[in-house]
């Protein structure tokens, strides 16, 4: 597959833009084009596209640029839309059959209306995960998009935003808007060579986004690198702030785990990690090996389904009732493990929860960052796991693992491509607690420009 990096910039494309070196409408024209190429992944990637108001968007923006206004740094750009998010007159699909004839949305989603007030040109509904409840992304009433590396072999893109890491590794958009509840925006970014960026959650308002689990759904980016991840979560976030520089290695402390996070990684992804781990150490930064052993409790937590299937429970149990046939079985068997957990065990997760999350923070107070494998594996095959529903929920669990972690931790974490141009992607994980957010891209930013040189 191409370099990690060979994808333009937002910023690349705004100096082209500016320059009259390109038009909003002649890179919305080649989105479309990839979209509707039929040997492409577009019918796929996408559940919708709006093909007519993408180009009467474009032609606004380039107007609008004439007369010497820009209203943001994606001005003019095509972005695409996880089709969970409402946007006006469109129908949310999220996924399921179930809402194909659902009532539009009347309004934007509060994410979405950010990105259209910032100029961006909304392409298409993006496919994803029946209901974004798997980390892997097939989805049979849509179809599966493969990822961009060993599309011979046809693997799988990632979940629960599949759509959205596709349509921008295969330049079908310069961005997309994504959800992470277990990963669902670093582990698409992982197998398609892309960083996404999970921001602490209560970040970015979460209205008009239909839900998975409230206590830990997150909204954020995939795009073509830490500074393109960071406009964005200004636009998202509605905070005005300077874009991230890179620092010196030397000036951060780095922590990295053995605890968990690497127990079933295959040969490749322990490899490219360590190399990664290498390589900023020959940086200059330091990095120390610590041990958390509240990762190997999280499994116990939540040992009935945990708040992910309580909630998700609480969402489709009218549903389920009425409409069990029309879901995904391999979605609605997760969702149903909800119906045990009772108000107590509800309440005592939470509590658990909070526990949990003050001990992980203590043991990470003094770094500036956590390191870990995003995935402990290569993107599987989709055949191998339409196969058998023993290797869909394995390699469904081992995938979600080191990303749930820090959902769980209410944390923020990018996920930054690592790999050597035409290996198989791997992300490396950069995480820290919540509301580090700022620090975070920071530190990304610096460790993207080291692995560079």
Known sequence: ????????????????????????????????????????????????????????????????????????????????????????????????????????????????????????????????????????????????????????????????????????????????????????????????????????????????????????????PLAASVECCAVIDAILSGEDRPLPEALPLQSLRLATTKTLVLDGADAHVLTTFQRTLDTLREHGAQIDEIEIPEFLELADINSKGGLVCAEAYAVHRHELKLRKAEYDPLVASR?????????????????????????VEARLQNYDALLLPTVPIVAPTIESLQASEDAYFAANGLILRNPTLINFLDGCALSLPCHKTNEAPVGLMVAAPAYSDDRLLTVGRSIETALAT
């Open 1 to 220: 597959m191409p370099a990690a990096n060979s994808l333009p910039t937002i910023l690349e494309l705004q100096r082209r833009l500016d320059a009259g070196e390109t038009t909003s409408v002649e890179l919305v024209e080649q989105a479309l084009a990839r979209i509707e190429d039929p040997a492409g992944e577009g019918e796929r990637t996408f559940t919708a596209v709006w093909a007519d108001q993408a180009r009467a968007a474009a032609h606004a923006s380039d107007t609008l640029r004439a007369a010497g206004l820009c209203r943001s740094a994606l001005e003019g750009l095509p972005v695409s839309i996880k089709d969970l998010f409402d946007v006006a007159g469109k129908v949310t699909k999220a996924g399921s059959a179930l809402r194909r004839n659902a009532p539009p949305a009347e309004r934007h989603a509060a994410a979405v209306e950010r990105l259209v007030l910032a100029g961006a040109v909304l392409i298409g509904h993006t496919n994803m995960t029946e209901f974004a409840f798997s980390g892997l992304g097939l989805n049979p009433h849509y179809g599966t998009p493969t990822s961009p590396w060993d599309r011979a072999n046809r693997r799988i893109p990632g979940g629960s935003s599949s759509g959205a890491g596709v349509s921008v590794a295969d330049g079908m958009a310069v961005a997309a808007l994504g959800t992470d509840t277990g990963g669902s925006i670093r582990i698409p970014s992982a197998f398609c060579g892309l960083t996404g960026f999970k921001p602490t959650a209560a970040r970015i308002p979460a209205e008009g986004a239909f839900p998975l689990a409230s206590s830990l759904d997150s909204s954020g």
């Open 335 to 359: 969702i149903l493990r909800g119906k045990d957990i009772d108000c107590a065990d509800y309440i005592e997760l939470h509590a658990k929860r909070h526990r949990w999350i003050a001990a």
